[in-house]
């Protein structure tokens, strides 16, 4: 073949192998012949690069064979099934100046391909679905990367009102915003990681943290939650015309709620009455003392236990796919008091100590509902990375029987709340297991006006 493919002029032969796949080059040059003609043809690299990555504006001079050789190390990185190889070789990554690159330019001018331009008011952040934007970048974005889509994540968790569509395409939208326009569904995306049982672990704490024992936060379990959980309160409010209830989670609003003591509301009485020496309340850094809202939802037993071991499973690195089953929704009122202060632990941030507390819970909507009628308690630490863990267990006939896990999403007595998972208070591998948050909405524990809700 080598033979026959140098009798062609070298304008023919370059144009033919400016088609090869980067990847293949290297291939080609078993063939001494052409392996010259591939080191003397210094336009090859550059025309190959054009044609598979990004076309060049101009600039300063480039290194089109180092560049090239970049991308397919870059690229082969990143498709790697080794989550530990990527973070090592993100050095490696391509260059790239602005001015060269044109698929840069059209980003920079499609500055809102996000939806997050200057004409809706919202601001731009770093998201890891922004691979789906450039064909052309999407394997070399560093969205992959696991440390970068946590930040993504975070972002949008503390930024609220959670995606719940990606736009089928961004051809012919310069203005998409992916908190309201219509395109591919996420809850259904985001219900298959929050179910999926295999992320409970002891070392995961069977919380919304990363599963290697650190207590780190998981913020894409994070955001999961939240996208669950808004979908199923949004669905509760229209089918009941429940609007005029005060159901909507705290993070309704951009960035609203987030920053530590943000939480405001009306001093109940006997905080003034009382010497502020001798009360416990008084030396609880959380606010835990006073009424929450709670959110739980769940699947039915028979779906969840078919979704996570039915014959068909994925292989344990791969995600599972997306499901669309409804979910029941509770809301329950929680009144609770703080009952102890102790130093941290062993494994405890050192900040702030631990507050235990107790407490009760009844259901709200529905009005009736045994399971959510119960003695409460549990307690709220620092991690070792000082977010906000809340533990807490519903006690029936003093015994306990479901726990949950969750973080206070932005800090100390934040007003946007805990969001988790609950789940049964033996670590059940088969469940069950689903998301819940709670919000506090009086700092008076007898507050009745939280007591009944009538949809």
Same mark, same amino acid.
């Given at each position: ?7 062609? $002029? &070298?304008?023919?032969?370059? #144009?033919?192998?400016? @088609?090869?796949?980067?990847?293949? %080059?290297? +291939?080609?040059?078993? *063939? ?102 450039? $064909? &052309?970048?999407?394997?070399? #974005?560093?969205?992959? @990367?696991?440390?970068?889509?946590? %930040?993504? +994540?975070?972002?949008? *968790? ?298």
């Amino acid at each position: 073949m080598a033979y026959n493919l140098l009798q062609l $002029p &070298a304008e023919v032969l370059h #144009s033919i192998l400016a @088609y090869v796949n980067p990847e293949d %080059l290297a +291939a080609l040059r078993c *063939c001494h012949t052409i392996d010259d003609f591939i080191n003397n043809d210094g336009l090859l690299f550059k025309d190959i690069y054009h044609r598979h990555y990004d076309v060049a504006l101009g600039g300063p001079q480039i290194d089109w064979r180092t560049q090239l050789q970049k991308f397919v190390h870059f690229e082969k990185t990143l498709l790697s099934g080794d989550e530990h190889i990527k973070p090592q070789h993100a050095s490696n990554q391509p260059d790239e100046d602005p001015s060269t690159s044109e698929e840069r330019q059209k980003l920079d001018r499609d500055n809102d391909v996000m939806g997050y331009g200057q004409e809706n008011g919202d601001e731009a952040p770093a998201s890891a679905m922004s691979a789906v934007e450039s $064909p &052309a970048r999407t394997k070399q #974005s560093f969205a992959v @990367y696991r440390q970068l889509r946590q %930040l993504s +994540a975070e972002l949008h *968790c503390l930024y609220g009102v959670p995606i719940q569509h990606l736009p089928r395409s961004s051809k012919g939208s310069h203005n998409h915003n992916l908190r309201t326009s219509k395109g591919v569904k996420l809850h259904p995306y985001a219900r298959s990681q929050v179910y999926d049982l295999r992320q409970h672990t002891q070392r995961s704490l069977w919380g919304p943290f990363e599963g290697d024992g650190s207590q780190k936060v998981d913020w894409e379990k994070v955001e999961c939650l939240m996208i669950i959980l808004s979908y199923n309160i949004q669905r509760f409010v229209d089918r009941y015309s429940a609007h005029d209830l005060d159901l909507i989670p705290p993070w309704d609003q951009p960035f609203e709620g987030v920053t530590p003591y943000s939480l405001q509301l009306p001093q109940r009485s006997s905080e003034i009455e009382r010497p502020l020496s001798l009360s416990i309340d008084s030396q609880d850094p959380y606010g835990v003392t006073g009424v929450w809202m709670r959110v739980v939802c769940f699947l039915d037993y028979r779906e969840l236990f078919t979704f996570n071991f039915s014959e068909d499973q994925p292989l344990p690195s791969e995600p599972r796919p997306p499901i669309d089953t409804e979910e029941a929704i509770r809301f329950i009122v929680i009144k609770m008091k703080a009952m102890r202060i102790e130093e941290p632990g062993e494994h405890d941030g050192k900040g702030l100590p631990i507050v235990h507390f107790e407490g009760v819970s009844s259901s709200a909507l529905p009005p009736v509902d045994p399971n959510a009628n119960s003695k409460i308690r549990g307690s709220v630490r620092l991690t070792p990375q000082a977010e906000v863990r809340w533990t807490t267990f519903s006690v029936f006939q003093g015994e306990e029987r479901w726990r949950s896990e969750g973080i206070q999403v932005g800090g100390v007595q934040t007003a946007r709340g805990i969001i988790g998972f609950w789940f049964d208070k033996d670590f059940d591998a088969y469940g069950p297991a689903g998301p819940t948050a709670f919000w506090k909405v009086s700092n008076d524990p007898d507050d009745e006006s939280w007591s009944l809700l009538e949809a």
